[in-house]
């Protein structure tokens, strides 16, 4: 497979067939315009003038527009091309954004179980999925999706809840409900990987520290950016992370009042740290500064538990899943050190068994600190996660996030618009997607164990989805 595209297949004007997603570039969602947008905030300035043509690009074209045709960019490269050589990271970040990944699925594997797990490695050369039978599968993207390695996991317990890939792409950590995170060398010749036969899984307990006294599970594991250490959230209302030099949990923070389901570095030095409980709240911790556990801020606004967080990267922003059907963006310039906030419910609704109460759907909580909220998808059943699309290819100028109906949807950050629902045409969730960090290629994983891709619709491809 190819993995690049065209630059004569840039332009959106071509005819669609009917069968593929349609991205809706222009058309606010109908869930988006009652909610109130900080417009003011500067992270919509940035990422409008990210994804925007340069200033230098619109004076040689003489055209003030925002919104260039792909060809006029073009030309206007060419005659700008004595002064810089080519595109700005801001007009590549216009060509490439239009290329939404919408054309699909296509399928890359189907697992016997539910898949929980689909990530790309940062450089975009590795896939790594993972099943609830304690399968975890990581694909040679640029070898037309080859398994590189098939690992079968080690002290796992109900399902594989979480991986991480180090740094230099050696390593894999996955977690389960179990304290036991297990660190396997995805470096060695065999391409199956079982647990101390082929391969050594060596095990990192969390529960070996001084405050531990009953037994837990882990729902969300992240490497720190030097590959030194492993964060983790935790079902006992914990976060930890783990020293693998000194083979020993470094730090356990009773964090929340109810599961960590969610944790994440705020940039690459690993000082903060973010993380989503179920007792509702997102919290910001700084290890420079912890005093007896203090926490560094607290950020409210979702009415029911958080399933995910993902980080700008730049140590301000991120974003967040919520169980009241909610995606909410946040400045952490605004959190507060208020601890008395407590949870609202308006019922004592489980979102494992039913759809959320229509009642409260549009509901607000009084104290809500986010900058702006995004509707229309369902988390439902499962820690359904979300992220912001690549620096290189959008300039992040999209947010996007699995559901429970079986579709993955691309929102963008500025406008609130949903600008693309690819559907699986499944009946089950799709509880993990990832964005290809270079190309218009969006992978998704789905509960009824099914790995699909999702390509610009400019690129062609003869193995559509055959439903099994």
């Not at 992270?43 to 043509?53: A, C, G, N, Q, V």
């Not at 396997?184 to 529960?207: K, M, P």
């Not at 290890?287 to 958080?306: D, F, I, K, S």
Request: with cysteine; net charge negative.
């Amino acid at each position: 497979m190819q993995m690049g595209y065209n630059i004569s297949s840039l332009t959106m004007d071509d005819d669609e067939p009917s069968n593929h997603a349609q991205p809706s570039l222009n058309q606010p969602s109908s869930y988006m315009v009652r909610e109130m947008f900080e417009l003011d905030n500067e992270i919509f300035h940035i990422t409008m003038l990210k994804s925007k043509p340069s200033e230098g690009l619109r004076q040689a074209t003489r055209s003030m527009e925002s919104n260039m045709s792909t060809f006029r960019m073009l030309s206007g490269r060419e005659i700008n091309s004595g002064k810089n050589g080519g595109f700005s990271k801001a007009d590549r970040s216009c060509v490439l954004g239009g290329c939404l990944p919408v054309n699909g699925p296509h399928k890359i594997d189907k697992g016997s179980t539910r898949a929980y797990v689909s990530r790309f490695s940062d450089d975009g050369s590795l896939l790594v999925t993972a099943f609830q039978g304690g399968h975890i599968r990581i694909y040679d993207v640029e070898q037309d999706w080859k398994v590189h390695k098939d690992i079968l996991a080690r002290s796992m317990r109900w399902t594989i809840t979480d991986t991480s890939l180090s740094p230099d792409q050696r390593y894999l950590v996955y977690s389960s409900m179990s304290p036991i995170v297990n660190l396997v060398n995805i470096d060695s010749a065999a391409t199956e990987s079982h647990a101390n036969i082929t391969d050594i899984h060596e095990s990192l307990d969390f529960s070996m520290h001084e405050d531990v006294i009953y037994a837990f599970g882990i729902f969300s594991v992240k490497f720190s950016s030097d590959g030194r250490e492993v964060l983790a959230g935790s079902n006992d209302d914990s976060l930890y992370v783990y020293d693998l030099h000194a083979n020993k949990v470094s730090l356990r923070l009773e964090a929340h009042t109810a599961d960590v389901n969610t944790v994440a570095f705020a940039d690459e030095t690993s000082h903060l740290i973010f993380s989503g409980s179920d007792d509702s709240l997102c919290k910001v911790w700084d290890r420079r500064c912890l005093n007896q556990g203090q926490v560094a801020g607290v950020l409210t606004g979702h009415l029911e538990g958080v399933t995910c967080i993902d980080s700008r990267g730049d140590g301000r922003y991120f974003i967040s899943n919520g169980k009241d059907q909610t995606l909410k963006l946040w400045d952490i310039r605004k959190m507060s050190s208020n601890m008395d906030r407590s949870r609202i419910r308006y019922s004592n609704w489980d979102y494992r068994y039913t759809p959320y109460p229509q009642q409260y759907e549009f509901h607000r909580h009084p104290y809500d600190q986010s900058l702006a909220t995004y509707r229309g998808h369902a988390v439902l059943r499962t820690l359904i996660r979300c992220y912001f699309s690549p620096e290189y290819s959008t300039g992040k100028r999209y947010i996007y996030t699995g559901s429970h109906d079986s579709c993955v949807y691309i929102y963008d950050l500025v406008t609130g618009a949903e600008v693309a629902k690819l559907d699986c045409e499944i009946s089950t969730a799709v509880r993990d997607c990832s964005w290809h960090p270079y190309y218009p290629t969006l992978v998704n994983c789905t509960w009824d164990g099914q790995v699909v891709r999702w390509e610009y619709i400019g690129n062609s491809y003869e193995d559509k989805m055959e439903w099994k």
